[in-house]
């Protein structure tokens, strides 16, 4: 298992992508735990919004994600593709009209409700309106 781009809560929960999907490691007891059932997302970036859901990109399905850690990780609801076609491209568009091509990591923006992320095989910053319900 690979960590990459850790997510620091102010409440000591890390969020960690991992390539098996995003898991939750509590600072304070030490424990980690699955947010999403194992191998479902593999998972580069991670960051959250106000509301606690998790923003997550995906390298291998160059895909974008947003992930809610309240729900059960043994199942499939807890994540939904937020933007990306699932497969290499570059297209600007709305959800999965947008194309991205080697997602490596991402960062949300509260104020703006959006999310910046690189996309690297096509040596861009993308930029990704998030939904008001998210906040």
């Known amino acids: 298992m690979f960590d990459r781009s850790p997510h620091v809560k102010p409440e000591t929960v890390l969020h960690i992508a991992t390539n098996v999907g995003v898991r939750r490691f509590d600072l304070e ?8 059932r194992p191998n479902a997302i593999n998972a580069f ?3 959250s919004t106000t509301s606690g859901r998790l923003i997550v990109s995906c390298w ?17 609801g807890n994540f ?8 290499h491209g570059f297209a ?10 080697g997602i490596i990591d991402l960062v949300v923006v509260d ?9 690297s095989m096509n040596q861009r910053i993308r930029r990704i309106e998030l939904p008001p319900h998210l906040f």
Request: net charge negative; charged share 30%; aromatic share 8%.
């Open 80 to 87: 939904e593709m937020l933007a990306g076609a699932g497969k």
């Open 60 to 76: 291998q399905s160059d895909a974008v994600f947003v992930v809610d850690p309240r729900v059960d990780a043994s199942r499939d």
């Open 92 to 101: 600007d568009g709305v959800g999965r009209e947008a194309k991205f091509f």
């Open 29 to 36: 007891t030490l424990i980690i735990t699955d947010v999403t």
């Open 111 to 119: 104020s703006e409700r959006c999310a910046y992320l690189a996309d």
């Open 45 to 47: 970036g991670v960051d």
